[in-house]
């Protein structure tokens, strides 16, 4: 033991654990040179995380309700040590969950410190940290399309359209031919099950993302998640079942989750919100939470297709969530403006054009986006979905020709994961989240 060693850690367990206890004393009696601060529940070891002070290690209870992904995931990026204590085998591969080690019980003072000096960094005393972290660090090798839009814009509908032309060839975002493509409902009020004629199915993204709190799940698994559509040529992925559902919908779980559709398939299309606020818009982490699908999935796409209804509100509505987007951080280069129900009249569609690029340049001057593509929509679709058939091609054939340029003169994105953000001083009183 050196004079300068020390650990700070945190410890949470079920009630009465012994170990717990055992780990106490040997902090308070100098047997460890370790500060040990015992919490109450899941909850406050995260929040204790998230504080400015730092530590060493966490040991968890391998049975404390809330041991999952995200915890482990929080704990590394607080770089603080995760440590699971195991009664026995341990019921799954915590290491491959974010776990530094797994210590099995009975817990020895030389146990702990062996792997304390392996894993953790000793600290000086009241020492704090600044937070900058990320998600996920390996990039994925499936390409992202995310297609949002105000509701009854036709989000659902072009969605469709174009996991439709990658399924059937139209739409080649690669030099070799895609074969697995995935249209994933990650809207709050999802409708794919519906334009899909698949009815109220399970599994579907709450089960994935849940499958991903305690495990690693392999491609095979993953797919077994989706309902393939014969009749559309591709996989789906459905949504919530009702919009009070992103409650289950745990932050690094669903990152992760979206993070193994990418590595599974050739491409995924992500049908979701424009509802694009977080923390530092809105005070709430909250709401921040319940827009983490949107927020990862726009951030994290090759190319984003935002739709609008042609007329005053929707041209309103589509220069907000464009602003939205580059608070985001998003390159406009990669956002394609496609408005349906557009005039049929060459002219007017021209005007059209030229009103949107104008007001883009003048109110963000330093983020052109690609020319706008205008779509004038046929009536007579809705027995088409009503029949859950695919939309014809002749439709929205013309998507799929600019998704294919503007790929081809951006290229894939490179890996970026949404980050945490620092923590904002809030003056008492003030809209915000207080510890």
Known sequence: ????????????????????????QWSTSSTLPIEFIRCVSV?????????????????????CTGVDRDILETARDAKCAPIIIANGTPRRDWQSLGAATVISLPLTPEELLASLREHAMGIERRSFRRSTTSFHEEPQSGHLITVLGAGGSGTST?????????????LALATESTEAIVLVDASLNGDQARLHDLGDVVPGLPELVD????????????????????????DVLPGLRRHRDWTILRRRATVAALASLRDTFDVVIADTDTDLEGEAQTGSIDIEDRNVLARELVVTADIIVLTARAGVA???????????????GVDSRRILLVVLSAPRSTRRRSELVRTITSLVNEVFPD?????????????????IFHDGAPPPKSVLG?????????????GPLPHR???DQTPIAILPGHLGRTA
């Open 314 to 328: 929707g041209t309103s509505r589509s220069i907000q969530t464009f602003r939205d987007l580059i608070e985001l």
């Open 417 to 419: 994961a949404l980050t």
């Open 211 to 234: 499958l991903h709190r305690m495990s690693n799940p392999t491609p095979d698994d993953v797919r077994q998640h989706c309902w393939f559509s014969a009749r559309h040529g591709y």
């Open 398 to 410: 013309s998507i799929s020709t600019a998704i294919a340029q503007l790929f081809a003169d951006i």
């Open 1 to 24: 033991m050196t004079d300068h060693e020390h650990f700070v850690i945190l410890g949470v367990a079920r009630p009465r654990s012994p170990w717990l206890t055992d780990v106490g």
């Open 367 to 383: 983020n052109p986006i690609p020319v706008p593509v205008m779509v004038p929509i046929r009536r007579d679709l809705e027995p």
């Open 43 to 63: 909850d406050e070891v995260r929040a204790r995380l998230m504080s400015d002070r730092r530590h060493s290690a966490v040991l968890l209870g391998e049975d």
């Open 158 to 170: 072009l969605a469709m359209a174009i996991a439709g032309q990658c399924a059937a060839g139209d």
